[in-house]
Nanobody, 120 residues
Framework: VQLQASGGGLAQAGDSLRLSCPVS????????MGWFRQAPGKEREFVAAIGSGSYTNYADSVKGRFTISRDNAKNTVYLQMNSLKPEDTAVYYC???????????????WGQGTQVTVSS
């Protein structure tokens, strides 16, 4: 299984970035996928998830600013991030997920993340 997030970089507050995560090694179209992030000195946290269909779910902190999407033909999950804030600074990861107890449980090992740094 490979999960390799990319598309991060330096941004200013209010800018947009689009993260991509091509995956391989499993039947992508049959799995829910999620984005998570980890800021320096903080626990890793949930950002967004998308079902194997079109269902989406977001953390309150990004709702209305971030959009998760997927392209099953390309085995890729995306995260469009608009109106970026300094508090969005973190390493972002994509993962397979399953719904669990009103939240999301990750499946497997964490892949390579991508750094997003937002300056004010």
């Amino acid at each position: 299984v490979q999960l390799q997030a990319s598309g991060g970089g330096l941004a200013q507050a209010g800018d947009s970035l689009r993260l991509s995560c091509p995956v391989s090694g499993f039947d992508f179209s049959n799995y829910h996928m999620g984005w998570f992030r980890q800021a320096p000195g903080k626990e890793r946290e949930f950002v967004a998830a998308i079902g194997s269909g079109s269902y989406t779910n977001y953390a309150d902190s990004v709702k209305g600013r971030f959009t998760i999407s997927r392209d099953n033909a390309k085995n890729t999950v995306y995260l469009q991030m608009n109106s970026l804030k300094p508090e969005d600074t973190a390493v972002y990861y994509c993962m397979k997920v399953v719904p669990f107890a009103g939240s999301w449980r990750t499946l497997g090992s964490w892949g390579q993340g991508t750094q997003v740094t937002v300056s004010s």
